[in-house]
């Protein structure tokens, strides 16, 4: 017999949740806080570890939605979820109380805000953006500074927002050391002459390729990378960069000015899916991402009966990791109903 | 540069700063550094805003050049400051307001503590009863004399004689600000802006019309760092910290710089004379040095008070240019006269003579 599942939130992990159960012959509901679903791949110009054209998963993320079991409800929020004898209810934005079977929490990540580490002067300082930024500029074939000069030398920061206690996020955010490697390559091949420089803790390559791709970054690109993090970031006289970096393989500080200074903003637990976990009850971990009843073998369930996670509301994740994540959510999902 | 990106943080870091009844504990070098500073601020405060300022002459040293230097530890310096509270609850006064920087520090540094180890209050309540028989109240707000003429900056404004302005161009006078480190570096939540783009200074620059100069040294150092002057063979590296913003500033040509905090005050004017006494290097347009002054001088001059009583003659860079384009008349020669008209000792070298 069919059900009816409701899917919070309509990025890489709803999406993937939807069409897998409508291919299993559920109905769907997403209902995504967007004007189109989609998620954070949609401003991607390019995927690690091979560099492919993100259009080619917003393409399969696209088609996924177009079957007839699936209905995205868009602008609009999961305010709250509670039961309802045994079904559950989903509470709207926008006022309307849907019922459903089973709840899948698939309400992702927020980036990082950059401003709130005010060191790199990020919204203060012209040529400072963040890694979203620079992929709006891939995808406009417009890599130039504020003032329109062609960049002569740039450099990323890793691990804004993520392993940082200042800004109580001591997680790392997975994604963003391979995504720095992937931007710098980018930026080699449509600027030749442009010398770029990553500012790192530790490179953490977790995934196949990845470290096959940063080590073509050093021998094949000639991109700097240099162990220590950045202290501060200063405008100069010709609306430059200024930062100073501790090299703490060299054992020195050092000094440079740069075009442009690209911070790679970790994720943080969604406001979205804070406030629903608040006001349905859903248990969250230190980190402030959904805590799983257990890490290792039941990742997808909640401590709330007919409600499962999917994707990045419970941990930072890759989109590789965050689609698996949410094909086991619908075998968990499934395995629920099955049994209603 | 997106200014709006700025106000977001000043708006994040405002810090309630009390309207009037301050107890005013004065520094234990700025005296010396800068003779007027102080009496300027009282001045300002007293008969210019009609504030009450009180003073208790037994009031003394934080001690915190000895902490910093290690040779006062924690416990001590934790009941020298209780003794300091305990003489403001006998006057009866809840908001402290603080001369120096280093002092201000020590103050949040000690309250904090306090605040997230009740503990070491106690102790601190105990030894001194036992060393003097004295009790104290935690006071209701701590703040440095900076944050209190940023609170009033508007009104130092409509009452001004003069502007930060060059009265030969009309153009706003380019100003270099320099904040303690121990002002919001430990706990920016304590100073008025936080600690990477405080406004404390900022804020009083602009309403009296000049011009803030944001260059890439701004949050260095001045090179005080207690161990680095106070040990002699580190002060090179005092001296090079002060000459790593001298030579960053000095493409932007400012008029003066300020600062408010005894330290960097001293060193941004000591270190210029010393860099032209080895290299004959200045670091002003046509040649001059910066003049570096207190915030107290400055609003002093806003509000139309002497140079000579606000002690500026004492500094190494002499203001003498930094008064031409504000348009203040003062004569050079009465500098070192003392108030019965006999002449003082002149220093020598002086830059910008």
Known sequence: ?340 | MQPEGKKRIWAEYQKSVPEDHFFYVRSCIRQSFFPGSEQAFLKIMRNDLGKDVFEDPRHTTCTGIGYHGDVVPFETIQTVVARQFSLATEAGYKNIAISCVTSFGIYTEILETWKHFPETLNTARENLYKATGRVFDLPESISHASDIIYKFKDEIAAKAKYRLVDITTGKPLKVVEHIGCHYAKMFPKHGIGGAEFPHVLVGMIESWGGDIVDYPERRHCCGFGFRQYLVQANRGYSLSSSRKKFESMEPYQPDMIVTNCPGCGMFLDRWQYVIKDIEGVTYGKDGEGIPSLTYEEMAGLVMGYDPWELGLQYHNVQALPLLRKMGIEADPDKRFLAKDGTRLPEPANLINC
């Open chain 1, 1 to 340: 017999m069919t059900k009816h599942v409701v899917i919070a939130g309509g990025g890489v992990a709803g999406i993937e949740a939807a069409g897998a159960l409508a291919d299993l012959g559920q109905t769907v509901t997403i209902i995504e806080k967007e004007t189109a679903a989609g998620g954070h791949v949609k401003r991607w110009h390019a995927l690690f570890p091979d560099r492919r054209p993100a259009e080619e998963v917003k393409k399969y993320l696209s088609h996924r939605l177009k079957n007839k079991n699936i209905t995205v409800i868009n602008n609009t929020s999961v305010n709250r979820i509670r039961h309802h004898g045994h079904s559950l209810t989903v509470e709207t934005s926008a006022g309307d109380n849907i019922n459903a079977d089973a709840v899948i929490v698939a309400t992702g990540f927020d980036l990082f805000d950059a401003a709130r580490k005010e060191e790199y002067g990020y919204g203060i300082y012209n040529n400072v953006i963040t890694a979203p930024e620079l992929e709006d500029m891939f995808n406009n074939d417009a890599l130039v500074t504020r003032d329109g000069r062609k960049p002569s030398r740039i450099g990323f920061v890793h691990c804004v927002g993520s392993r940082d206690e200042k800004v109580c996020n001591h997680y790392c955010s997975k994604v963003c050391c391979v995504t720095a490697v992937k931007q710098a390559i980018e930026v080699r091949e449509k600027l030749p002459d442009c010398e770029v420089f990553c500012f790192y803790m530790d490179m953490r390559m977790f995934g196949p390729y990845y470290e096959e791709l940063y080590r073509e970054a050093q021998e094949v690109h000639n991109i700097n990378f240099i162990r220590g993090k950045v202290s501060e970031a200063s405008n100069t006289i010709n609306g430059r960069i200024a930062v100073k970096v501790e090299d703490t393989l060299a054992g020195r500080p050092l000094k440079m000015e740069l075009d442009v200074l690209v911070l790679m903003t970790g994720m943080e637990m969604s406001r979205s899916g804070a406030r629903l976990a608040e006001t349905s009850g859903l248990t969250t971990g230190k980190n402030r991402f959904l805590s799983v009843t257990d890490n290792h073998i039941h990742s997808n369930r909640s401590n709330m009966h007919g409600v499962f996670y999917a994707g990045a509301c419970t941990a930072p994740m890759n989109i590789t990791d965050t689609i698996s994540h949410a094909r086991a959510a619908v075998m968990e999902t499934v395995n629920y109903l099955s049994k209603l």
